[in-house]
C-alpha cells in the first residue's frame, strides 16, 4: 500500500527517487512547477526532452500521458513529465487529470521507484480548481494499484496544502 504525505514547500529539493513536472506538451519549459523544475534541474533536462521531441513525441506529449528524464542536478533520480489538461467549465476532463497521476505512477514502477513526489497538476495557469484538483489526485493516487511505496504531494502555497490534507480519510 502507498502512504500519502503531504508537504507544503518546493518541489524541487524534495529528495525522492522521482519528481513530477506539470509539464506542458512540449517538454521545453515553462512556468510554474515546469519552469522551476527546469531551472533547478540544469539543462541535462531540457537536453532529455529535447531528445523525445526529436524521437517519440514530434507532436508533443500528449495531456494524460508521462515519461521519465533524467532529474539533472535535483536530489531526485528522474523527473517524471505529465501534462495536465486544462480546466474548462463546457467538458468535463476529471478523466485526463487523473490519467496524469496513474501515467505518472506507471512510469515511476516502470523506473523502479519507490518515492514520488507530485505537485497539484493542472491547478496553477491550467486554472484546475485546487479543491476538485485535490480530490482526483489524492482518489486516483489511493486507487491505483503501484509499488511506489510514498506518494508525496508538495503542496506551494498554503491553500492548496489546505485542500490536499482535507481529502486525508
Known amino acids: 500500500m502507498t502512504d500519502i504525505t503531504y508537504v507544503q514547500g518546493d518541489i524541487t529539493e524534495q529528495h525522492?527517487?522521482?519528481?513530477v513536472n506539470a509539464?506542458?506538451?512540449s517538454l521545453l519549459g515553462g512556468g510554474g512547477v515546469d519552469g522551476a523544475i527546469h531551472r533547478a534541474g540544469g539543462p541535462e533536462i531540457l537536453d532529455a526532452c529535447r531528445e523525445?521531441?526529436?524521437?517519440?513525441?514530434?507532436d508533443g506529449l500528449p495531456a494524460g500521458q508521462a515519461v521519465a528524464t533524467t532529474a539533472g542536478r535535483l536530489p531526485a533520480r528522474w523527473v517524471i513529465h505529465t501534462v495536465g489538461p486544462v480546466w474548462s467549465a463546457a467538458e468535463d476532463r476529471s478523466a485526463l487529470l487523473a490519467s496524469c497521476y496513474r501515467e505518472s505512477l506507471r512510469v515511476?514502477?516502470?523506473l523502479g521507484a519507490a518515492t514520488v513526489a507530485f505537485p497539484a497538476v493542472s491547478t496553477g495557469v491550467y486554472r484546475w480548481p485546487v479543491e476538485d484538483g485535490a480530490r482526483i489526485a489524492v482518489e486516483t493516487v489511493r486507487?491505483?494499484?503501484?509499488?511506489?511505496?510514498e506518494a508525496r504531494f508538495v503542496l506551494f502555497n498554503a491553500p492548496a496544502y489546505a485542500a490536499f490534507t482535507a481529502q486525508q480519510p
Not at 523525445?52 to 514530434?58: G, K, N
Not at 486507487?143 to 511505496?149: C, K, L, P
Open 16 to 19: 525522492v527517487d522521482a519528481v
Open 23 to 25: 509539464a506542458n506538451s
Open 52 to 58: 523525445l521531441r526529436a524521437s517519440r513525441f514530434r
Open 108 to 110: 515511476a514502477d516502470e
Open 143 to 149: 486507487s491505483t494499484d503501484t509499488a511506489v511505496r
